[in-house]
């Protein structure tokens, strides 16, 4: 049984891909965007004549060649009935100009910390490269010590994994410890 008769519609050979089948009961649908989270990789149209919301997904976006859609964009897209609604299928138009434009956030004031010792050997906690912080431990009941990305770069480090031994100086920032240099152990403990 093919997935179409299923009700899940044509297969994508890859994501960005042209699919293997074009559904044949294709609907046009003209709206405004209602949310679209690029995080998640998909949103929601609102269409002009009413009805529920119809999703979009960031693959089909991409593959008619947009990257994102913003609150308020008007866009014309080919849908496709699906067991929960329906789905984009294919974008004809996307016009960014009516979109809402969220303000910028301040700029954020780099905090200058100066270390207040030598280089000091601690194991990390945790590190999410995406978040783009995370925490070392200099053993138990030691304050952790906050370690940002702009960090690891300057080092020439571009992630770390819990568990990893490091060198590091921090000094007291705004909300406690926080690195200020940080060594990886491959190349860092043999030199000490």
Same mark, same amino acid.
């Given at each position: 049984?093919?997935?179409?008769?299923?009700?899940?519609?044509?297969?994508?050979?890859?994501?960005?891909?042209?699919?293997?089948?074009?559904?044949?009961?294709?609907?046009?649908?003209?709206?405004?965007?209602?949310?679209?989270?690029?995080?998640?990789?998909?949103?929601?149209?609102?269409?002009?004549?009413?009805?529920?919301?119809?999703?979009?997904?960031?693959?089909?976006?991409?593959? @008619?060649?947009?990257? /994102?859609?913003?609150?308020? =964009?008007?866009?014309?897209? +080919?849908? !496709?009935?699906? %067991?929960?609604?329906?789905?984009?299928?294919?974008?004809?138009?996307? @016009?960014?100009?009516? /979109?809402?434009?969220?303000? =910028?956030?301040?700029?954020? +004031?780099? !905090?200058?910390? %100066?270390?207040?010792?030598?280089?000091?050997?601690?194991?990390?906690?945790?590190?999410?490269?995406?978040?783009?912080?995370?925490?070392?431990?200099?053993? +138990?009941?030691?304050?952790?010590?906050?370690?940002?990305?702009?960090?690891?770069?300057?080092?020439?480090?571009?992630?770390?994994?819990?568990?990893?031994?490091?060198?590091?100086?921090?000094?007291?920032?705004?909300?406690?410890?926080?690195?200020?240099?940080?060594?990886?152990?491959?190349?860092?403990?043999?030199?000490?």
């Amino acid at each position: 049984m093919g997935s179409d008769a299923l009700g899940l519609g044509p297969r994508l050979n890859h994501p960005l891909e042209e699919p293997a089948e074009t559904p044949v009961d294709l609907v046009e649908v003209s709206g405004a965007v209602k949310w679209f989270d690029a995080g998640k990789g998909y949103g929601f149209i609102v269409p002009d004549g009413g009805g529920p919301d119809v999703l979009v997904h960031v693959t089909c976006l991409r593959r @008619d060649g947009f990257s /994102a859609a913003m609150e308020g =964009a008007r866009i014309v897209c +080919e849908a !496709v009935q699906r %067991a929960k609604g329906l789905q984009a299928f294919r974008i004809i138009s996307l @016009d960014m100009s009516t /979109a809402v434009q969220s303000p =910028a956030p301040p700029p954020r +004031e780099r !905090v200058h910390i %100066a270390p207040t010792g030598d280089f000091e050997p601690a194991v990390v906690k945790w590190f999410n490269r995406v978040r783009g912080f995370g925490f070392l431990s200099k053993g +138990e009941g030691m304050p952790d010590i906050f370690v940002h990305m702009e960090t690891l770069r300057q080092q020439g480090l571009t992630e770390l994994r819990p568990g990893q031994t490091v060198l590091v100086r921090y000094g007291d920032g705004p909300k406690g410890l926080m690195a200020t240099d940080v060594k990886a152990d491959d190349v860092a403990l043999g030199a000490y």
